[in-house]
Nanobody, 130 residues
Framework: QVQMAESGGGSVQAGGSLRLACVVS???????MGWFRKTDGTEREEDER???????????TYYSDSVKGRFTISRDNKNTLYLQMNSLKPEDTAMYFC?????????????????????WGQGTLVTVSS
């Protein structure tokens, strides 16, 4: 079982930066790690989340078009996952979740329902003001 816990959210002005962190523990063999977000006020189902970025075991990274060139996903060798967010926009305002699943790569740039992914963190709120 995989456990995940995010930190680093907060409030910034447009154009600013934030760095999210996610501490991962448990049996993570064959799991792909990534970041998702859930925005209020959309017509999506309540438990659907947008795939923002994932990182494979070999270090390859994938991003949604909405964040490509502004966000960077990385991880260290101590089981911590990061999301560096630069040039933030008001539309980046969301609850951000780290996630783990063997098939996570397919959800980048798409919405996934919560039960479809093996493990989630509790979320950290990012608010970007104009």
């Amino acid at each position: 079982q995989v456990q995940m816990a995010e930190s680093g959210g907060g409030s910034v002005q447009a154009g600013g930066s934030l760095r999210l962190a996610c501490v991962v523990s448990g049996h993570t063999t064959n799991y792909v790690m990534g970041w998702f977000r859930k925005t209020d006020g959309t017509e999506r189902e309540e438990d659907e989340r947008e795939g923002v970025a994932v990182i494979l075991d070999d270090g390859r990274t994938y991003y949604s078009d909405s964040v490509k060139g502004r966000f960077t996903i990385s991880r260290d060798n101590k089981n911590t996952l990061y999301l560096q967010m630069n040039s933030l926009k008001p539309e980046d305002t969301a609850m951000y979740f780290c996630a783990a699943d063997p098939n996570l790569r397919q959800w980048v740039g798409h919405f996934v329902s919560r039960p479809a992914v093996a493990a989630w963190g509790q979320g950290t709120l990012v608010t970007v003001s104009s």
